[in-house]
């Protein structure tokens, strides 16, 4: 029977890496579309092109096993005199590293290019190529690479977990070491690849988007396409792997399992800063339905019970600017007031068409018939919604907001901070710690669309609205 090395022999004589680094795994891998777009970049760095190319996927999606236990060997196989370094958070994660490739190099790269492993320098963590320069050293970050060059660099998660990502230390740390050291290794010409799990916001690809002047390739590969520029042309909602068993209802039990913002960051690769600078989640007070609800679920005696009775109620819509599924969100509120207090009584946020954004709207006025002013942002579909429901739904209340988004959201910031502002525990409605997230995130987050929803209602439902945003600007 024909061996596994002759069958990658033959599959390899154009020296192509997706073939590569399935053969390398010994019949262990198996490519999915994101693998094998990641492969054909890291080909054109094999081939001599110069990139630099910064790869973020979620967890268990086979980005380590494709590039950093792979590539290097493959791409010495190619370029004998050509040096690699790899760096990582820890010492031991990069001597695996180190390994991987001198294993892989020794049965599979150097025979299919008539290579052997140098009888000198053969060590896990230094290795180099018999009668060639070429050779691989793995550092831990922090670690000794003085008098070593690089023609490819890979830094493969510089950040070992959530603790490390949210000290300033550690990510000032990793900043200098790229900027002290391993950015100085570079030779001319050199590639560099940065592939990761995102943690922080400031972690090293927040910084180097910001801060480096090179040409970066960005491959976000996110556990669910979000948007209508997903690198594989996925539809919004789509998941990057199913077949690894990462399906619809592996991503909504994870959602639920880790919480909005670790799952914007570690699986959606978006992470949202901690604490905004507008709006903070230690100001908002909870209430629950009844004293049954809040006795069921044991909650502390800050948790009120949602009055009876309101001095007025509202609706309020910011509607999408497409008639399709886009990035864009349609978000529609009730809020309700009594005396100072304000009260979110129910929420939607879809990415909903045209005609399923007008449906929404009457649901929401049939299911809350007190909250008689409709307030409808007269912009994107905003406007056709307007024009359909006004002979229809009475109470439909154009809106053209005034000042900018952060204007807003800082004139109503003082009734949040005052305690006036009620939401639905979380322990009663899940949903409501997407909103803080959101809340939290804003002017900074991907999206803003409950935000501005819950500016437009705060602003309306109050005689002094007006007041607000004047009170603002004349600080």
């Not at 693998?35 to 092109?49: M, S, W």
């Not at 820890?90 to 390994?99: I, V, Y």
């Not at 060590?123 to 050779?135: L, N, Q, R, T």
């Not at 949602?306 to 990035?327: G, H, I, N």
């Amino acid at each position: 029977m024909e061996t596994l090395a002759k069958q990658a022999e033959s599959v390899l004589n154009q020296n192509y890496f997706d073939h590569y680094v399935k053969f390398a795994h010994n019949g262990q891998y198996e490519h999915f579309r994101h693998t094998k777009l990641v492969c054909k970049y890291l080909q054109r760095i094999a081939d001599g092109e110069q990139l630099a190319l910064m790869i973020e996927m979620p967890p268990r999606h086979g980005k380590s096993m494709t590039v950093t236990e792979s590539f290097p060997s493959f791409y010495l196989g190619k370029n004998p005199e050509k040096r690699v370094i790899t760096a990582s958070y820890s010492d031991s994660l990069a001597k695996k590293f180190g390994r991987k490739n001198k294993d892989k190099f020794k049965e599979f790269a150097g025979p299919l290019n008539n290579l052997e492993l140098s009888k000198t320098n053969a060590a896990v963590k230094d290795w180099g190529i018999e009668g060639h320069s070429g050779g691989m050293l793995s550092t831990g970050v922090g670690g000794s690479i003085t008098g070593h060059g690089a023609d490819l660099m890979i830094i493969d998660d510089p950040i070992k977990n959530q603790q490390d990502a949210s000290s300033e230390t550690i990510r000032e740390k990793i900043w200098d070491e790229w900027e002290s050291t391993l950015s100085t290794r570079l030779h001319g010409g050199a590639s560099v690849i940065v592939v990761m799990t995102r943690w922080h916001e400031d972690d090293i690809i927040g910084r180097l988007l910001k801060q480096s002047a090179r040409p970066w390739i960005r491959l976000r590969l996110p556990a669910v396409a979000e948007d209508e520029t997903d690198l594989l042309h996925r539809k919004i909602g789509e998941v990057l792997c199913p077949e690894l068993g990462y399906d619809e209802k592996w991503a909504k039990q994870k959602q639920k399992e880790v919480g909005s913002r670790t799952w914007s960051s570690l699986y959606q690769q978006r992470p949202t800063p901690a604490g905004g600078s507008i709006f903070k989640r230690k100001w908002v007070k909870y209430y629950v339905p009844s004293r049954e609800v809040k006795d069921r679920l044991n909650l502390s005696d800050e948790t009120i019970i949602l009055p009876r009775l309101f001095d007025k109620q509202v609706q309020s819509w910011d509607c999408t600017f497409k008639d399709a599924e886009t990035s864009d969100f349609v978000a529609g509120q009730v809020w309700a007031k009594k005396k100072a207090d304000y009260f979110l009584l129910a929420r939607r946020k879809e990415k909903l068409n045209f005609t399923a954004t007008l449906k929404a709207i009457r649901e929401m006025s049939e299911n809350w018939p007190n909250a008689r002013a409709k307030y409808v942002e007269d912009k994107a579909n905003g406007s056709a919604v307007i024009s359909v429901l006004e002979n229809e739904i009475s109470g439909i209340i154009p809106v053209n907001p005034e000042g900018g988004k952060e204007v807003r959201a800082n004139a109503v910031a003082p009734v949040w901070e005052s305690g006036n502002v009620y939401l639905p525990h979380p322990d009663y409605a899940p949903w409501v710690n997407e909103l803080l997230d959101e809340l939290e995130a804003f002017p900074n987050g991907a999206h803003d669309d409950e935000v501005d929803a819950m500016t437009q209602a705060l602003i309306k439902i109050t005689s002094s609205g007006r007041s607000l945003l004047e009170r603002y600007r004349n600080g």
